[in-house]
């Protein structure tokens, strides 16, 4: 990150809410369920699917929990009235899995078998590296009695192979992503390049082994290679699709949806942007000039 962008994103940090949402519109759909159908309606009408996430992370109380299960549900029974193409992705933490795993699985019990009823499916999403060995003891011990979940799995991890090389995480459905969180060292790639190398390296082993890829990047590098091994392998379109986040590169998501490819949007919404929005700056330090014009041309 350039000193002047950095400077501007430590500045953002600090601003107050009202002012950080003016960012924050740009890769948010909005604070209520109504914004999330929106958004998802106009990106289907372009042949776009998509999956919707009631914003929330590490919950601290069981009531909170079972509320943001409550809204997940309500998600569900939307896509299935507006017969929405989209699925469900939601945060472990969420559902209370720094509070009680077992009480978090069921949670994510309940959303799932909601899902099915309507012929739906459920992403887990993960979180920092201190909740990843626990998001995959969660899933596999979800994926043995339900076959409407999924995992995310982040390539910045330097370890991550090991894990989805286990016998019971053969046939998963996984979204392969970089990975956003700062992490030390010790246990993640650091190095821009070499986190692309291993991602590439995932998605060669994933597509070997049979599994259903989400293949979640901006990077245009990484899209490239991977179109590049779809064509040599011969992939079927069903084993695969390509997956950005609201707000991002829109016309590069536009490019991979004239190309003939499968392209999901993650469409995030809710009253809890906050933290979300922050790790989109960080992650994206390019748009610090965008948010001072932003801010600058609002007032």
Not at 52 to 75: F, P, R, W, Y
Not at 120 to 128: G, H, K, L, T
Not at 261 to 266: A, E, G, L, P
Request: hydrophobic content about 35%; overall charge positive; charged content about 30%.
């Amino acid at each position: 990150m350039n000193p002047i962008n950095k400077a501007i994103v430590s500045v953002v940090k600090n601003l107050p809410q009202s002012i950080v949402f003016i960012f924050a519109k740009k890769y948010i759909a909005g604070e209520t369920l109504e914004d999330g159908i929106r958004v998802v309606r106009e990106l289907n009408s372009k042949g776009i699917l998509a999956t919707m996430d009631v914003l929330g992370e590490a919950v601290t109380n069981k009531e909170e929990s079972i509320q943001a299960k409550n809204e997940c549900l309500k998600v569900l029974d939307a896509i299935n009235e507006f017969k929405l193409n989209s699925n469900l992705s939601v945060k472990p933490t969420q559902m209370g899995l720094n509070i009680d795993k077992e009480f978090c699985y069921h949670q994510f019990s309940e959303i799932i078998e909601h899902a099915s009823k309507y012929n739906n499916f459920v992403r887990i999403d993960m979180e920092d590296s201190s909740t990843t060995y626990a998001t995959f003891e969660l899933y596999r011990k979800l994926k043995s009695k339900y076959d409407n979940v999924g995992v995310v799995i982040q390539a910045y991890l330097k370890r991550i192979i090991n894990e989805i090389s286990r016998n019971d995480m053969k046939d998963t459905n996984y979204r392969l992503c970089k990975g956003i969180y700062i992490e030390p060292e010790e246990i993640a790639y650091q190095d821009r390049q070499e986190v692309r190398e291993n991602f590439i390296r995932i998605l060669n082993y994933l597509f070997d082994n049979g599994n259903y890829v989400g293949i979640a990047t901006h990077d245009d590098y990484l899209i490239e290679n991977a179109y590049k091994m779809i064509k040599e392998k011969n992939i079927s379109k069903d084993k695969f699709e390509f997956q950005m986040l609201y707000g991002v590169k829109e016309k590069l998501r536009d490019k991979i949806n004239a190309d003939g490819y499968k392209i999901r949007v993650y469409v995030p919404f809710g009253k809890h942007w906050y933290n979300y929005s922050i790790r989109r700056l960080q992650e994206n330090p390019q748009v610090a000039w965008y948010i001072t014009k932003s801010i600058f041309s609002h007032n």
